[in-house]
């Protein structure tokens, strides 16, 4: 007897429905998409437009429909770098910056280290504070302590203030780093014969560097910017960069191309210095989220 059976490969298979995501997930995802363009567009349109308004004349900022369409020109960096001599202010604002930061370092990694090792977190929490402290209400007694001791004008007296703000910082980065790295490690070196100064030199200091490298790129981005302490405290000498910025702001008008290409000057390096080590910021911070 012949089996009328069709075979099992010449079954016609039927494709199974495509499952649905909910709702809920569905608008969720529509609704971080829409955010995170928001967000995207926030940041970057206002970059945009300065470095375009660098490029331009007065007179094309003012003009709509030159908003994208113009003739672009090179007078507004040749004014900034060529006749304001901007290049001491480059200086001026790069001295600082990374004096104000190695001296940060200097202080600030050891005194984290002891912190994290010795469990003193309420030091941590009176050095976190000052960095809380609006940096605005301190301005006045500083101006009054270095006025008197002749400081306000050099250089120290800038480098003094920033490590105001980039020391708390400094150690509060590199506290949480500290809590992650094992005591283990140290242990085993001191066995070995090391000191304890010699296990945190040759043993926890390079295996931090990572959580160094994002506390010294942060306090050096921080000083860069700085611009209410140098306004106060600097002198012709020693004006930084986002201070000379006000040179293009004057009673009667703006000059908005020159203080655009001014504030492409102040932008570009440090964009630069945060697209090249966001890596290492990354890995810094990262490292120091966990104990292990």
């Known amino acids: 007897m012949t089996s009328t059976l069709t075979p099992a490969a010449t079954i016609p298979t039927v494709p199974k429905a495509r499952r649905r995501k909910p709702l809920a997930t569905r608008a969720y995802s529509w609704f971080r ?36 369409l113009f003739t672009p020109t090179l007078e507004n960096f040749d004014n900034v770098l060529g006749r304001d001599n901007y290049f001491e202010f480059i200086f001026n604002s790069a001295w600082i910056a990374f004096a104000s930061t190695a001296l940060s370092l200097l202080v600030g990694v050891p005194a984290a280290y002891v912190m994290s090792r010795f469990g003193m977190h309420r030091s941590a929490g009176i050095v976190l504070l000052a960095r809380i402290i609006p940096g605005v209400s301190l301005l006045v007694p500083w101006y009054f302590i270095f006025a008197n001791l002749r400081m306000v004008g050099d250089y120290s007296v800038l480098i003094l203030s920033h490590m105001f703000v980039a020391l708390p910082l400094i150690v509060y980065i590199m506290m949480s780093f500290f809590d992650s790295l094992p005591e283990d490690l140290e242990e085993s070196a001191q066995v070995d014969g090391l000191t304890p100064i010699g296990a945190f030199l040759k043993i926890t200091l390079p295996l931090s560097t990572p959580g160094i490298a994002t506390a010294g790129i942060l306090s050096i981005i921080f000083s860069w910017n700085n611009f209410m302490f140098a306004l106060v405290l600097s002198g012709a000498n020693t004006k930084t960069l986002p201070v000379a910025i006000f040179n293009f702001v004057s009673y009667a008008s703006i000059d908005w191309g020159g203080l655009m290409a001014a504030a492409v000057v102040v932008t570009v390096p440090i964009m630069v210095i945060a697209l090249f080590t966001q890596k290492y910021i990354v890995s810094g911070l990262t490292a120091g989220a966990t104990k292990g």
Do not use: G, H, Q, R
Request: no cysteine; hydrophobic share 70%; aromatic share 14%.
């Open 33 to 68: 998409a829409i955010a995170l363009v928001i967000i995207v567009l926030a940041f970057v349109l206002p970059l945009f437009w300065m470095l375009l308004s660098a490029f331009k004349t007065n007179v094309d900022i003012y003009d709509v429909s030159k908003s994208l």
